[in-house]
């Protein structure tokens, strides 16, 4: 079975705290993304990445950036955290176009 | 750019009912076409796909989805639905053979006894 893992289920920030979201899977899988998942919007992408130090925008991507040094892993850096960045925080990785999630991070900022 | 219309953001129904969850994409290329459920307190997981060949296409727990070109829909419907199918649907988008995945906005079916 595909993992993908979140490595916080929960978490709380302060405003202005630089935040570092990471994600793991170990399936091989060349895309990964990271969605925003709000109450009536659905899943909203913010970056995705096809490959290694390759990565493009989504459709929310202010305020936040990514980082992929390894196919494994791939980071969501939110710069400086602002109250409108509390929500569920997802990420996937795909084979042929079908995405595999984690089970979500709840960020806060206080 | 696609992008997915989901026309319901809720829909209750009795169980043993039938049901359809619409969903419109808009693409100007060959899309795949999926399905999502998210049931409380859990993660998405694949209901089903289409990708290509047959339009109508089965998925879990007896879910099914046509894929409507003229339309551009992807309506999602089961027959007899069941209080364990309470959750969030979510449908979703991508164009052949690139990265990027579209969802929806989400539809909260709620199943009355």
């Known amino acids: 079975d595909v993992k993908v893992t979140q490595s916080s289920r929960y978490l709380v920030k302060r405003t202005g705290e630089k935040v570092f979201l990471e994600c793991v899977q170990d399936?091989?899988?060349?895309?990964m993304f990271w969605y925003r998942q709000d109450p009536g919007l659905g899943l909203r992408l913010i970056y995705f990445?096809?490959?290694?130090?390759?990565?493009e925008k989504g459709d929310i991507p202010e305020g936040y950036s990514v980082s992929r040094e390894k196919k494994e892993r791939f980071s969501l850096i939110l710069e400086s955290a602002s109250t409108n960045q509390t929500s569920m925080y997802l990420c996937?990785?795909?084979?042929?176009?079908?995405?595999?999630f984690g089970q979500g991070t709840r960020l806060t900022v206080v | 750019a696609q992008s997915v219309t989901q026309l319901d953001s809720q829909v209750p129904v009795f169980e043993e009912a039938p049901v359809e969850l619409r969903c419109n994409y808009s693409?100007?290329?060959?899309?795949?076409l999926f399905w999502y459920v998210q049931y409380p307190n859990q993660g998405l997981q694949l209901l089903l796909k289409?990708?290509?060949?047959?339009?109508l296409v089965k998925g879990i727990n007896g879910f099914e989805a046509e894929f409507n070109k003229s339309q551009t829909s992807f309506h999602l419907r089961k027959p007899s639905v069941h209080i364990s199918d309470t959750a969030e649907y979510f449908c979703a988008v991508s164009n052949n053979g690139a990265s990027k995945i579209i969802f929806g906005s989400g539809t909260r079916l709620s199943i009355r006894p």
């Open positions: 399936m091989d899988h060349e895309n």
């Open positions: 990445s096809y490959d290694v130090k390759m990565k």
């Open positions: 693409s100007s290329v060959s899309v795949y």
């Open positions: 996937a990785s795909s084979l042929r176009a079908e995405a595999f």
């Open positions: 289409y990708l290509s060949g047959s339009t």
